[in-house]
């Protein structure tokens, strides 16, 4: 499994766009880089998920450049309710028997 | 959201005695999953189900047991409950194995062994 890094915390204010960055050097082929949205007292929840270029849904877009080794979730115009820990995993979960490995996120903490 | 219940939500238990979690769906998914939360730790997957009767261990199955006789039921059991099994417990489902297949989590039960 693909290891990855990403910062523990990060600050941000209502309005602004907030883009959280995971390294994952030693992505394989045939993985796929998903980020999962965990507010206080809840279980995690899928945001997005990519392989290559960029991929936008309702609530973020996803930026992975050609050599994949690093991935941007971005979200825009955040408010207080996007405070929460945003984890980057990485695998194509074939050879993983669809453990998700979570390591410890990133606490994103949107202030007024 | 997805049909994913845990039950207790919360519970207080002593060092040594049996304790069981249970997670029902009403999804018809195939995959149950067992992770716990820790500080500092993250989720880590304790144990799996890939079907009816059909399970495997996770990185912390220790300690921990499960059972899946039915579908929609996947049971986790402290055969004898630690303090260190105090614990944020999810389960998760979903209907096919591997990353690209997204997993839905459960609200959490949470654990405290005294």
């Known amino acids: 499994l693909a290891k990855t890094t990403q910062p523990i915390s990060m600050d941000s204010y209502e309005g602004q766009e907030v883009n959280i960055t995971c390294s994952h050097n030693?992505?394989?082929?045939?993985?796929?880089i998903t980020w999962y949205q965990q507010f206080p007292s809840q279980g995690p929840r899928f945001i997005i998920q990519?392989?290559?270029t960029k991929v936008t849904n309702e609530v973020a877009s996803l930026f992975i450049p050609a050599d994949r080794k690093s991935s941007t979730l971005s979200l825009p115009r955040v408010s207080l309710s996007d405070t929460a820990v945003y984890y980057c995993?990485?695998?194509?979960?074939?050879?993983?028997?669809?453990?998700?490995?979570f390591g410890q996120g990133t606490e994103l903490s949107v202030k007024p | 959201d997805a049909g994913i219940t845990q039950s207790p939500r919360h519970k207080v238990t002593e060092t040594g005695t049996p304790v069981t979690l249970r997670c029902h769906q009403t999804?018809?998914?195939?995959?149950m999953y067992w992770y716990r939360q820790d500080p500092g730790h993250g989720l880590r997957l304790i144990h799996y189900?890939?079907?009816?009767?059909?399970?495997d261990k996770g990185e912390v199955s220790d300690g921990y047991s499960v059972s899946r006789s039915k579908t929609e039921d996947f049971l986790l059991t402290l055969e004898s409950a630690t303090s260190s099994q105090t614990s944020v417990y999810f389960c998760?489902?979903?209907?096919?194995?591997?990353?690209?297949?997204?997993?839905?989590f459960g609200p959490g039960t949470r654990l405290t062994v005294t």
């Open positions: 998760a489902i979903s209907e096919e194995q591997g990353l690209n297949y997204e997993q839905y």
């Open positions: 030693n992505i394989a082929t045939n993985d796929y």
């Open positions: 990519g392989y290559k």
């Open positions: 995993l990485v695998g194509d979960g074939h050879n993983q028997g669809g453990k998700l490995i």
């Open positions: 999804e018809n998914h195939r995959y």
């Open positions: 189900s890939y079907g009816v009767k059909d399970t």
